[in-house]
């Protein structure tokens, strides 16, 4: 039983990381990415729908995207949804495709979005912290159930600890990555 609290935790841990590396692949560097347009949603026949799933993504150069919607018909829905994405391009639409060159991004506009990526690093770590915190009640519930004994709870706090270290090195880590390439020129 007290085991299955750390596995629950250390999954959810994971959890955390995989949404932060999500979130981290909508930050965009001065190169084109295709996951730089993950996060957006097109109004498509009333249902929001993501872009991915309306449209070809591509990378033909270096700084630019093309998106090909599979309905001709959606193109202007398309690029609208992708301009209210503020994502800092200007696309450009010939009817069939649209095109988005990636501008280079200046020192200033690099420094924002690093500390946009910080931001969401804090968020998971508080995530961490917040399951930590859910693993620890759980494991004193159990032992104010006399379902483990207090040593046993001591060992179990401790290693539920050494999780949450772990995974909080391991967002730093992601971070620390992620704003080398950002502030890649």
Known sequence: MANEVLKNAEDKMKQSINALERQLAGI???TANASLLDRITVNYYGADTPLNQLANIQVPEARMLTVTPYDKSSVEDVLKAIQVADLG???T???TMIRITIPQLTEERRRDLSKEARAEGEQAKVAIRNIRRDANDAL?????DSEISEDELRTLETQVQDLTNKYTAEIDTVCDNKEKDIMAV
């Open 28 to 30: 965009r560097t001065g």
């Open 140 to 144: 004193k519930k159990q032992e104010k």
């Open 93 to 95: 639409s010939d009817g």
């Open 89 to 91: 391009v200007n696309p």
